[in-house]
């Protein structure tokens, strides 16, 4: 199966950018980004076979228009915190559009546009009973993409993705160069980590194949590590690894909600609550979609100790007055 024009939502993120810049080396794709801000996407404009639209994707008839170029739709947009609903609902609003509202839509326009070929980002651990609203709203995402049977869906569920840029290892390493010892929550939950540059690989793999129709994929490792295995890593491969404390649930969930209303918002207690599912594969991972995942520490030292050369000699430009 040839596609030639293929619509990234979601494109300018973590994955997003990945994903984009596999798909520009090969000669056969036009892509197109949509984004809200210019800024943050331009940085994929060096790519020749990439357009940026800024645009707002949750608006229906800027959906249908863009889809209408299309031959194949990808959706990697997700957010990790959010608001509660009113009493009773199962996530919020802010999760609701983003998670199941927007691949609703997404689908629906595909339908109405003749576009048969879906891939949608969901997470490991996705379900209706999942005690946190980013999972619950997760599984109702992945019950959205394969909602209409005109649109040929592929579902990928990745456990914590890593790589150079990211939001977990490299939060972890600067919080280690900040604080004498490391108070964690959820120290024991499990995580079976993924290099980004995999997940991008299996995306455009199965965008090119009829075999992903129509089925769910978990993403992961080849490694099942804790959380505190995990931090004391990122420590490590930073070059200031700290003693690192893992807090009880009483106090893991005052923790959890004093970061919640700190600027950054580096953790919540919807993130504490996923925790208590590990973020694990159910089994070893399969041979399809055909890829030999990559180890973290194959990986993670570089880019971790690359930020932690780049404050040595920010250090000494300061103390050389430069």
């Known amino acids: 199966m040839a596609h030639q024009n293929v619509l990234v939502i979601g494109g300018s993120g973590f994955i997003g950018s990945r994903v984009v810049a596999q798909l520009a080396r090969g000669t056969d794709y036009r892509v197109t980004v949509p984004t809200r ?3 943050r996407a331009k940085h994929l404009l060096v ?21 209408g170029n299309a031959d194949v739709v990808i959706n990697l947009v997700g957010i990790l915190h959010g608001r509660k609903g009113a009493k009773g609902s199962a996530y919020g609003a802010g999760f609701e ?10 689908v629906a326009s595909c339908a109405r546009q003749g576009v048969g070929r879906y891939l949608h980002m969901s ?6 009973q999942a005690p946190s609203m980013y999972l619950r709203s997760k599984a109702d995402g992945e019950t959205a993409a394969f909602s209409s049977p005109a649109v040929a869906a592929t579902v990928f569920r990745p456990s914590v993705v890593f790589g150079e840029g ?3 290892l490299n939060m972890f390493a600067s919080l280690q160069k900040r604080l004498p010892l490391m108070p964690l929550a959820g120290a024991d939950s499990k995580f079976q980590p993924v290099y980004v540059g ?19 994929y978990d993403l992961v490792g080849p490694t099942v590590y804790s959380l505190r295995e995990l931090v004391h890593l990122a420590g490590v491969y930073a070059g200031h690894p700290r003693t690192i404390l893992g807090l009880p649930p009483a106090w893991a969930y005052l923790q959890a909600w004093a970061l919640e209303y700190l600027p950054g918002r580096m953790m919540s207690r919807d993130n504490l609550a996923s925790l208590q599912i590990d973020s694990v594969a159910a089994d070893a ?10 180890a973290l520490e194959s990986i993670a030292p570089r880019y971790l100790a690359g930020v932690h050369t780049q404050q040595q000699l920010d250090a000494f430009r300061r103390n050389a007055k430069r």
């Open 47 to 67: 790519m020749p076979t990439v357009g940026l639209t800024e645009v707002n994707v949750h608006d229906d008839a800027v959906l249908d228009a863009l889809i």
């Open 123 to 128: 997470a490991l651990g996705a379900s209706a």
């Open 166 to 168: 990211d939001n977990f």
């Open 37 to 39: 801000r210019y800024e």
């Open 285 to 294: 991972p399969a041979a399809e979609p055909g890829l030999t995942p990559t």
């Open 198 to 216: 995999d997940v991008a690989q299996v995306i455009v793999q199965a965008l090119r194949q009829d075999r992903y129709c129509g089925k769910r």
């Open 97 to 106: 559009a983003a998670h199941v509202a927007l691949p609703r839509r997404i």
